[in-house]
């Protein structure tokens, strides 16, 4: 199987940073696109950004221009640096993967992981 899992979140004041990690661990043959997306309270998931094997990102709107992603093939992580948060960035933020893994037989599969979440409070 294959796992993830986040680190990082916290609280923190209006304006300040911090940075997720999410690394994967299991049976990985490769890993195709990571991302991060976020649920607030009484709201959908949402998509905040993504980033494919090859290193082309995706952001949502609201997160553009303060919010970074990046991933390190070697340590099968990806990263999210949050700066200039806002209140309304509050949410619990999952790490998402497309992963081939291995079998105990020949071949491969194609797994799309979540992790358990790590919550984000920003104060105001």
């Known amino acids: 199987q294959v796992q993830l899992v986040e680190s990082g979140g916290g609280l923190v004041q209006a304006g300040g940073s911090l940075r997720l990690s999410c690394a994967a661990s299991g049976s990985i043959f490769n890993i195709d696109d990571m991302g991060w997306y976020r649920q607030a309270p009484g709201k959908q998931r949402e998509l905040v950004a993504t980033?494919?094997?090859?290193?082309?990102?995706n952001y949502a709107d609201s997160v553009k221009g303060r919010f970074t992603i990046s991933r390190d093939n070697a340590k099968n992580t990806v990263y999210l640096q949050m700066n200039t948060l806002k209140p309304e960035d509050t949410a619990v933020y999952y790490c998402?993967?497309?992963?081939?893994?291995?079998?105990?037989?020949?071949?491969?599969?194609?797994?799309?992981?979540w992790g358990q979440g790590t919550l984000v409070t920003v104060s105001s």
């Open positions: 980033i494919t094997s090859g290193g082309t990102r």
């Open positions: 998402n993967a497309g992963v081939v893994a291995s079998t105990a037989g020949p071949g491969y599969r194609y797994l799309e992981v």
